[in-house]
């Protein structure tokens, strides 16, 4: 079923958590719950955690640091959820299939607590002098686009990396995204904060949607999460310290920027799998 006219329907509070998350499960547990908890008494339908919110280190992160789905950090994000009514989108890293690698994993849970979907990290880390490649296996292009819908709202969702590539969002907006969250923790470095807004800002206009780009805070980390609407207009900004913000996202604004500008009716290109 299609969901009802943008001008129909609602606005969605979210709010966003940019983290300084370490290698302690449990601790980076009772951070997320608190979030949730605050999510709640500032009317979020939705909060949205950084990339490796379960755990990380700078050094790189792998199967060391994985977890089953049904372990106690996913389960005990789950139960928070429930418990305070909020929905949450975060990223963890999980086993892969042969249980000798990790994935980077993205999980979108709603305000009942069900696990709705994941999204494995397609595009893998290996640039500036990192290979994220070494400890993770990469997700599956051709999988389904993770979408989830909160309160009528469509939310899709990339991870970190992925932002780089025009396509993933693009993909996303196919499948009914009218604002793609992105998780990350984006390194830091020469020029890496300009490029990470620059990018999510590009991501906005060019697929006339929201972007929430959620980033980590913490040494080596650039902060900096961004809330940008469909014409590319910054509604909300953090910076390099671990803080919070709540914004409003509204598809109505989607519904108005996509019939002043029809660029996605336009387009003459499809985004594909390879």
């Given at each position: 079923m299609s969901p009802a006219p943008a001008s129909e329907r609602s606005a969605v509070r979210v709010t966003v958590g940019q983290l300084d998350v370490g290698a302690d499960r449990s601790a980076n547990l009772a951070v997320a719950e608190r979030l949730l908890e605050l999510a709640a008494q500032e009317g979020a339908a939705l909060a949205v955690l950084p990339e490796y919110a379960s755990s990380y280190e700078s050094s790189g992160v792998g199967i060391e640091h994985a977890e089953p789905l049904d372990g106690p950090w996913v389960t005990g994000l789950r139960a928070a959820a429930a418990r305070h009514g909020v929905a949450v989108v975060a990223g963890v890293i999980v086993p892969d299939a042969s249980g000798e690698r990790a994935q980077n994993v993205v999980v979108a849970i709603d305000a009942a607590g069900e696990l709705r979907g994941t999204y494995a990290k397609v595009h893998l880390y290996d640039a500036f002098g990192y290979r994220e490649s070494d400890r993770l296996a990469p997700g599956d292009p051709a999988a389904e686009p993770l979408v989830l819908d909160v309160a009528g709202v469509r939310f899709g969702v990339i991870t970190c990396y992925d932002l780089r590539f025009p396509e993933s969002a693009?993909?996303?907006?196919?499948?009914?995204?009218?604002?793609?969250?992105?998780?990350?923790?984006?390194?830091?470095?020469?020029?890496?904060?300009?490029?990470?807004?620059?990018?999510?800002?590009?991501?906005?206009?060019?697929?006339?949607?929201?972007?929430?780009?959620?980033?980590?805070?913490?040494?080596?980390?650039?902060?900096?999460?961004?809330v940008i609407d469909p014409e590319g207009v910054v509604r909300a900004e953090l910076g390099v310290e671990p803080a919070t913000a709540t914004v409003t996202v509204d598809p109505a604004v989607v519904g108005a920027v996509r019939e002043r500008n029809p660029a996605l009716a336009l387009r003459r290109y499809e985004v594909t799998p390879r």
């Amino acid at each position: 079923m299609s969901p009802a006219p943008a001008s129909e329907r609602s606005a969605v509070r979210v709010t966003v958590g940019q983290l300084d998350v370490g290698a302690d499960r449990s601790a980076n547990l009772a951070v997320a719950e608190r979030l949730l908890e605050l999510a709640a008494q500032e009317g979020a339908a939705l909060a949205v955690l950084p990339e490796y919110a379960s755990s990380y280190e700078s050094s790189g992160v792998g199967i060391e640091h994985a977890e089953p789905l049904d372990g106690p950090w996913v389960t005990g994000l789950r139960a928070a959820a429930a418990r305070h009514g909020v929905a949450v989108v975060a990223g963890v890293i999980v086993p892969d299939a042969s249980g000798e690698r990790a994935q980077n994993v993205v999980v979108a849970i709603d305000a009942a607590g069900e696990l709705r979907g994941t999204y494995a990290k397609v595009h893998l880390y290996d640039a500036f002098g990192y290979r994220e490649s070494d400890r993770l296996a990469p997700g599956d292009p051709a999988a389904e686009p993770l979408v989830l819908d909160v309160a009528g709202v469509r939310f899709g969702v990339i991870t970190c990396y992925d932002l780089r590539f025009p396509e993933s969002a693009r993909r996303l907006v196919d499948a009914g995204a009218e604002a793609i969250l992105v998780p990350a923790a984006w390194v830091d470095g020469p020029g890496k904060a300009a490029q990470w807004r620059a990018l999510a800002v590009a991501r906005a206009i060019e697929n006339t949607a929201w972007v929430i780009a959620v980033g980590q805070a913490g040494a080596a980390r650039t902060g900096r999460s961004v809330v940008i609407d469909p014409e590319g207009v910054v509604r909300a900004e953090l910076g390099v310290e671990p803080a919070t913000a709540t914004v409003t996202v509204d598809p109505a604004v989607v519904g108005a920027v996509r019939e002043r500008n029809p660029a996605l009716a336009l387009r003459r290109y499809e985004v594909t799998p390879r």
